[in-house]
């Protein structure tokens, strides 16, 4: 994907985004539809499976050869990152839209062959779009975001992690997760992966850490984060299966091999 | 303090509140001199001492037979809670405010012989100004917030702790917490902790729970959340000691209850 491409495409995908974002916003206050999926924790709306059939239905029709890859399953069967491929998760913070009506996200990925070209995160209430584009650089509406700082001491960093991995889990062993809690200055918990990509970005938090996300939670973040010098690993240190779930570790590069080193311990 | 008193009071504390939130927002940039109190995690600011130092100045200026009791000392030496007394919490998150330059508040409680009458939480970068008003009602920029629901399902419940209490720690068993945190429907952590009294005022989380709040951390919001029909006691249901330390839950009340008895078990 040249330059030109790419610029074409996020024009594009921005227009489709904020669409979405102001249809969302004039129907927060109707009465919502929710059910949940894996468990009692996972909670859809209507809304959730109608932005993704939005976004689907514009890039069907706009980009007959690419390949859709959506939270909600009205996208492609995809089994290989061959060609160009839409990650979308319509609603990222699903359990915020519902409990707060803030605090969640539409979270876009492209990717060619398998390698991040553009990532959108429109944080839908507060009408902020943070955009990365590959080789050219993260942007908060429009404004260049700054290199995370290079050097970094985990003592003095905010780790945003959710606390349910500081408790006994099938994952990892949560003991050492809370030598973590202890070592860091604070922790933070907002609610919606893609945000909190965002947050590592633009240097509000210095990593997220979790262990269970899909390619579509994380797609839009990982280039975001790479563009200001962060780094984005599966929670051992492993480049990232973007097919699959996967455990995550995204931080400012200093503190990332001490965290995986000395707190990451799989079951 | 009859209505009259009440609301000329709300006034003057307003017009400083936003007078001493515009002139944050204004020196945000600026480099800080950041230094720690009690521990490495408990930071403070010149802008934390200033900014008290300019409540203290005004209220006694003002109101000159009024105590101040606040976070950096330059208020009264308190002993009792007897006459009008105003708890000053200046900047309330000044890690959020030293690393997020967001996320912070500054926080004012009017209390008259121990009795709560007035509390204002401004959260200064958003500019949003939430006020509680002893029996008239709590309000976010002018708006009366609606009473929180009454009927209340752990389950189904949004908590706002940080991490660090499902930790083993001095204060309280944290394998209760442990289950807390798997209990609920999730935990969010925003590290202010008068904007997570705000946000159980305006049913953005269903409770805050945390060890360790001084009483200008919790004065103005308690009465945001008494007005909106919450509830605020110590960790072990008790009613807060307005001079020291407090554990400190704060909920709707149907949860209330709950949290105390089967989760919350001191050392």
Known sequence: MN?????QMLAQAKQWILEAG????????QPRQVTTKSDAKDLVTDLDEQTEQFFTEKIRSRYPDHYVF????FGDEIASLAGVLWFVDPIDGTMNFVHQKCNFTISIGIYEDGIGELGLIYNVMEDDLYVGMKTQ????????LPALKSGGDLEKS?????????????????????QLVQKVRGTRSYGSAAL???????????GYLTMSLMPWDIAAGIILVDEVGGKTTTGDGKPLNMLEKNTVLTSQSAIHQEIIDTYIHFK
């Open 70 to 73: 959506g939270e909600e399953g």
């Open 196 to 206: 909190e990509f965002a947050y590592v970005a633009e240097g509000m938090v210095d």
């Open 137 to 144: 650089g993260a942007y908060k509406n429009g404004t260049r």
């Open 158 to 178: 905010i780790l945003a992690m959710n606390a349910f991995w500081a408790t006994p889990n099938r994952l990892i062993h949560h003991e050492a997760m809370q």
């Open 22 to 29: 102001a249809h969302i916003r004039e129907s927060i206050d």
């Open 3 to 7: 330059n030109q491409e790419r610029e």
